[in-house]
């Protein structure tokens, strides 16, 4: 599931969750029985989001190098900086915002992370 926030728009949503903003169809027909259009979203609103198709599923990720997809289970006293330097050799705060921006349905504010959260750690843009 997806909880909609501010702002929110179907390919948007695609884009996270998907890597592909071309895909918010799926979401869409997914929840047609809630949506009356692709635009009637709500803040708060939680929409089900279905499996990827296959040709929109992430290659699998490289051990030891970022790329989309690669997860990161947050170890205690972890900060978004520790493993922003882990996977991308610099804490730039353009760095930990990316890092935020790919997470912030899994955190309330960039300073909070808890022990175990699954944090997609996305590649950096080129």
């Not at 089900?48 to 997809?69: D, F, M, T, V, Y």
């Amino acid at each position: 599931t997806y909880t909609v926030r501010r702002g929110d728009v179907l390919s948007v949503i695609a884009q996270r969750i998907y890597g592909k903003s071309a895909l918010w169809r799926l979401i869409y027909e997914e929840n047609r029985d809630t949506l009356d259009s692709p635009e009637d979203l709500r803040e708060g609103q939680v929409l089900r989001i279905p499996p990827s198709p296959a040709e929109a599923a992430p290659p699998p990720p490289i051990p030891g190098a970022p790329g989309e997809g690669r997860i990161h289970v947050v170890q205690d006293g972890e900060y978004l900086s520790t493993i922003a330097q882990r996977y991308y050799g610099n804490a730039r705060p353009s760095t930990l915002q990316m890092l935020y921006e790919a997470n912030r349905d899994r955190m309330r504010s960039p300073d909070d992370l808890d022990a175990g959260t699954r944090l997609l750690i996305p590649e950096l843009p080129r």
